[in-house]
């Protein structure tokens, strides 16, 4: 399967440790999104690389998250000193630029709990 | 403003057909998505439809679009209990020189015998 991947798929963490998502886009995919879902809501977006350049940060993403994606592949998401209110599914996604749509694929997430 | 609006419930009978609604604010939306995501799972792209269609039709999907009101809906025909998730309507919109997804709460599909 070549889809989109997220490790791990949950992390449970106390307040105040830090955290690191990973992504995998699909391979030929040159643009890479960050989301977070919290219950009852649709995805949030966070930040989103085109290649390894961040090209757009959401106010939702505070000095305590950072992203990056190194060589124009994967791509982490960190979060220092986790609070109760980082607890959600985060998810990443993928897209092709080209002509047409620039459809996003979701992976299946990681989903925090911050005790 | 960027808002996308659902319906958060609709709750079908095995084989009738289901129709999950949504109203989007962006005029300028080029792609209008609905994704499907089941419990614990990440978001399934289910169709997409191109601003300048009124109807997109994929086996079981039907997408109407009325541009005029801003209103999109999904049609499932002959719904399965494996139908049953949470129906989430995006809109684009474009900002900083990309397509920025904007989703609604979803709508959550719940299939009864």
């Known amino acids: 399967d070549t889809g989109v991947s997220q490790n791990p798929r949950h992390k449970i963490t106390k307040r105040g440790q830090n955290v690191t998502f990973r992504c995998d886009p699909i391979?030929?995919?040159?643009?890479l999104y960050w989301y977070r879902q919290t219950l009852g809501q649709g995805p949030e977006f966070l930040t989103y690389f085109q290649n390894e350049a961040q090209l757009e940060k959401s106010r939702l993403l505070s000095d305590r998250f950072s992203a990056e994606r190194p060589k124009g592949s994967f791509s982490t998401l960190e979060i220092q000193r986790t609070e109760q209110g980082d607890s959600a599914m985060y998810l990443c996604?993928?897209?092709?630029?080209?002509?047409?749509?620039?459809?996003?694929?979701f992976g299946p997430g990681t989903r925090l709990t911050v005790l | 403003g960027e808002d996308v609006e659902q319906s958060l419930f609709l709750s079908v009978r095995e084989g009738d057909s289901s129709v999950i609604n949504c109203t989007y604010t962006d005029s300028s939306s080029t792609y209008l998505y609905w994704y499907k995501q089941e419990p614990g799972a990440g978001l399934q792209l289910l169709t997409y439809i191109f601003s300048n269609m009124d109807m997109k039709q994929d086996q079981r999907l039907t997408v109407l679009l009325n541009k005029k009101d801003k209103h999109l809906s999904l049609r499932i025909a002959d719904t399965q209990t494996g139908d049953s998730a949470i129906y989430f309507c995006a809109e684009t919109v474009f900002s900083g020189g990309y397509n920025k997804l904007i989703f609604g709460a979803g709508t959550r599909l719940a299939v009864h015998p």
């Open positions: 391979s030929e995919h040159n643009r």
């Open positions: 996604a993928s897209s092709f630029l080209a002509g047409g749509p620039n459809t996003q694929y």
